[in-house]
């Protein structure tokens, strides 16, 4: 079983259109975090919810939109996609936000924007 | 600010051999978490070993080490007996012990073994 997954592995898509990736946790962690990866292999947090209420919000673009539905899950929508925005995206959890709590990250999607 | 820096890109080791991967910081926090993560060709992330600032003992895990200089701010991950799986990029991350859970990675370090 899957403990933290994403959909898609792959995407594909044209500039200024609109996608978006999900991602679910079946840990039962109330924690949720999105973490960019760029071609030069430098991971940045994004943000982080917990309990479905945003903690971390760092200087992303607002056309980055995280939503979670409730505390299993966590997506990520991106509004009028740019070049620069190709990038592998993970998604991770935690039981919680202590830091001394292990990160479960997902197997990354690998957005290409053409 | 917390920063993280790995120096060296790329490193090799022959197969059975040991090889230490270097990682420096700098923070002003007293009290925080430092983690080896590798990224094998999967893609996934898997946390390889993990350090209490507060401890003075280095952390270990099977054929996993690391030398800990508080004083220094380093904190290199040594493997032992290097296996063919351990061919990935490593990354060095710190996290502080208050605050929002945000680790901050290093740029990683992509190891070869060599069969």
């Known amino acids: 079983d899957t403990a933290v997954s994403q959909t898609p592995k792959y995407l594909v898509t044209q500039m200024g259109n609109d996608k978006s990736i999900k991602c679910e946790q079946n840990?039962?962690?109330?924690?949720m975090y999105w973490y960019k990866q760029d071609s030069k292999k430098f991971l940045k947090i994004m943000f982080s919810?917990?309990?479905?209420?945003?903690?971390i919000n760092e200087t992303v673009p607002n056309r980055f939109s995280p939503k979670s539905p409730d505390k299993a899950h966590l997506n990520l929508h991106i509004n009028s996609l740019e070049l620069g925005d190709s990038a592998v995206y993970f998604c991770?959890?935690?039981?919680?936000?202590?830091?001394?709590?292990?990160?479960?990250f997902g197997s990354g999607t690998q957005l290409s924007v053409l | 600010a917390q920063t993280v820096t790995q120096s060296q890109p790329e490193m090799s080791v022959q197969e059975a051999e040991t090889v230490t991967l270097s990682c420096t910081y700098d923070?002003?926090?007293?009290?925080?978490?430092l983690f080896w993560y590798k990224q094998p060709p999967s893609r996934q992330m898997i946390l390889v070993i993990r350090?209490?600032?507060?401890?003075?003992q280095n952390a270990t895990e099977n054929r996993f080490s690391v030398n800990f200089q508080k004083a220094a701010k380093s904190f290199s991950l040594k493997i032992s007996d290097s296996q063919l799986g351990d061919t990935a990029m490593y990354f060095c991350?710190?996290?502080?012990?208050?605050?929002?859970?945000?680790?901050?990675f290093g740029t990683g370090t992509r190891l070869t073994v060599i069969p």
């Open positions: 991770a959890s935690s039981l919680g936000q202590q830091s001394n709590e292990k990160l479960f």
């Open positions: 840990l039962g962690h109330d924690t």
């Open positions: 919810y917990n309990n479905k209420e945003l903690i």
């Open positions: 923070t002003s926090e007293n009290n925080y978490y």
């Open positions: 350090q209490e600032a507060y401890k003075q």
């Open positions: 991350a710190f996290m502080k012990q208050t605050g929002a859970n945000n680790l901050f």
